[in-house]
């Protein structure tokens, strides 16, 4: 049975969330503003992205440790050349292991069906509007939003159930089109979830006044098709959720902005560099790279974790504040959100 590591405010470690690539097609400016993230920008080179099979054996150590969820990351992970067999090789740890990936969707409906063969066990697709000319302008790279569209039907058709769609809302720009993104997704099993715009890394230009929070969200979307609460599924899932009265199916809010879960955060965060961040909103990570590369054992890469883990106290959301927000904090697109 995997032993269970608590940290200082005795928060078990059961999700790992693993970034394969730094880089993405897109550019929105809540995450990879093109501003900074343009064409002179200095990704990460090829030798300095952990392997599948470091991947692979870091995954292990944290599933002998109590992780039951492995979610893939990026930047956009689809970018990750031959990224079906990372899955194959994560599957193969552990059969029971919730396997998921979060992706913007476009290169989806080319990969769909391969990453389910793979094992993987259900996708989440990011999707900030159905306007085609809004969607575009928040991506900065003007892709269209009928290929994203495209690429969740393929992963509905896959098997890659249930899906889950995360919408970042930033007032003045996306937040008048939530009520018709719960439409569109209504009544079809798929899930959407509302973000709040939150200030990841240091280069977004976080506002608090582009804040559309998750309560206005609700009572938005209620107004026209009436909701009611649903408890939690289990003790560190981020979304609140809520049902149609009807039986329409459900919505979620994540409202790390205005409603800090910190209490109950199980995750931690692998860069594509294999460094592990405690935190959304860390400043630093441990580098683990060093540790896979330069002979450890299992045992002292055990040892390492439960020691990051053992002293971790994060909760930035639920202690914002003047010095907080002014630290050099790492970016979305190197942990993937």
Known sequence: MASVLKDLLGR???DLRISVTDRCNFRCTYCMPKEVFG??????????????????????????????????????????????????QLRAIDKGVDLTLTTNGSLLKEQAHDLKAAG???ITVSLDSLDDAVFRAMNDVDFPVTRV?????????????????????????????????????????FTVRFIEYM????????????????????????AEMPLEPL????????????????????????????QPFCQDCTRA???????????LFATTG????????????????VATLATIWGRRDDRYSEIRSEETAGAARVEMSRIGG
Do not use: M
């Open 269 to 279: 965060r692998l860069s594509a560099d294999g460094a592990l961040y405690t935190c």
């Open 39 to 88: 064409k002179e920008f200095q990704f990460l080179p090829r030798a300095g992205l952990l392997t599948f099979e470091e991947i692979t054996r870091l995954s292990r150590i944290f599933i002998s440790q109590g992780v039951r969820k492995l979610r893939i990351t990026g930047g956009e992970p689809l970018l990750r050349r031959d990224l079906p067999r990372l899955v194959a």
């Open 286 to 301: 441990q580098d683990l790279r060093s540790l896979l590369r330069n002979g450890a054992t299992d045992d002292d890469i």
């Open 120 to 122: 993987l066990s259900r």
């Open 231 to 258: 408890d939690s599924q289990y003790r560190g899932e981020v979304a609140e959720r809520w049902r149609y009265r009807d039986g329409g199916g459900e919505v979620g809010v994540i409202a790390s902005v205005t």
């Open 149 to 189: 569209l495209d690429g969740i039907e393929a992963a509905r058709a896959a098997g890659l159930v249930p899906i889950k769609i995360n919408t970042v809302v930033k007032r003045g720009v996306n937040d008048d089109h939530v009520v018709d993104l719960a439409r569109h997704f209504r009544g079809t099993g």
């Open 199 to 222: 200030d990841v890394g240091s280069t977004n230009g976080w506002r608090l006044d582009d804040v559309v929070p998750a309560a206005e969200v609700i009572q938005r979307i209620s």
């Open 12 to 14: 078990p470690l059961r």
